[in-house]
């Protein structure tokens, strides 16, 4: 069967499925995030810059995660693009910028991710700015 098949003909259907599955995937990545001794600050910070899914914590570390959930690791891992990478660098300067309190923490731009059946895969600094 097709993945086609499986979504509402309903593009407000499709949009609510898609952010369910969105909120569910985020709350696993927290969960598992928070299994590895991080603190959750944020989930879904939003500015003009972009949104971040995740900005948690771990002694002097601060980690700005990107969250993907596909059928596989690996096409979790291929769609993350130059240009989101790009929007979450930005969006995680300003992040800091308005919290000054973590200004002298170690900044990783994270990548966690998700499939059906198998456990979160958390890539430290897979984000970085060459």
């Keep these: 069967m097709s993945r ?47 949104e971040i899914d995740l900005i948690a ?12 959930r596909r059928p596989t690791i690996e096409e979790a891992e291929a769609a993350i693009s130059f240009r989101q990478a790009e929007r979450l660098a930005r969006a995680a300067e300003q992040w800091v910028w308005r919290h000054p309190a973590y200004r002298n923490h170690e900044i990783g731009l994270d990548v966690l991710l998700l499939a059906p059946g198998k456990l979160p895969r958390h890539r430290p600094n897979a984000l970085q700015r060459a």
Aim: hydrophobic share 40%.
């Design 4 to 50: 086609s098949a499986t979504l509402p003909s309903d593009p407000t259907s499709v949009r609510r499925m898609r952010e369910r599955r969105g909120r569910i995937a985020e709350w696993i990545a927290a969960a598992f995030l928070c299994l590895k001794g991080y603190r959750i600050l944020a989930r879904r910070y939003r500015s003009k810059l972009g």
């Design 57 to 68: 914590v771990r002694g002097r570390r601060l980690a700005f995660v990107e969250v993907k």
